[in-house]
């Protein structure tokens, strides 16, 4: 298996792992994997809400907004940081949208390691390419 089904196949196991662990809705994580920018991020959870992860191994990227449920089966999204809020959704796919907009610039598939070896990959690319 190369590199990228490796990461790709723990990508997906991520998305089992939300399933299983019941804290999301199942309206939100269907709708969440049905987005293809979304689906190729490692999606974890916590206080019910739903996370997206740039890299596969914790400690997770704190860069991209998260889904919290809302009173009424509405969401709210916020983030990417706990102080920051984006607003309400009524629908799941509505917050997904959201989330989708406000990614980071060149959030692409998920980095098989953790957020400081994704950094150091990022800075290597970059020096690579000379930007930056």
């Known amino acids: 298996m190369n590199k990228n089904a490796a990461v790709e196949a723990v990508v997906e196991a991520g998305w089992q792992t939300v399933r299983d662990?019941?804290?999301?809705?199942?309206?939100?994580?269907?709708?969440?994997?049905?987005?293809?920018?979304?689906?190729?991020?490692?999606?974890?959870?916590?206080?019910?809400?739903?996370?997206?992860?740039?890299?596969?191994?914790?400690?997770?990227?704190?860069?991209?907004?998260?889904?919290?449920?809302?009173?009424?089966?509405a969401y709210w999204v916020s983030g990417p940081l706990r102080s920051?809020?984006?607003?309400?959704?009524?629908?799941?796919?509505?917050?997904?949208?959201?989330?989708?907009q406000r990614r980071p610039a060149g959030c692409g598939p998920a980095f098989g390691g953790t957020p400081e070896e994704l950094a150091a990959h990022e800075a290597a690319t970059e020096q690579q390419t000379g930007e930056g």
């Open 21 to 73: 662990d019941g804290q999301v809705r199942a309206e939100l994580l269907e709708a969440a994997y049905r987005e293809p920018r979304l689906r190729q991020l490692f999606p974890w959870t916590g206080m019910a809400e739903l996370h997206f992860s740039r890299c596969t191994e914790p400690r997770w990227t704190w860069d991209i907004p998260y889904i919290q449920p809302a009173a009424g089966g």
């Open 84 to 100: 920051q809020t984006v607003g309400p959704a009524v629908t799941a796919e509505e917050a997904i949208a959201m989330v989708v």
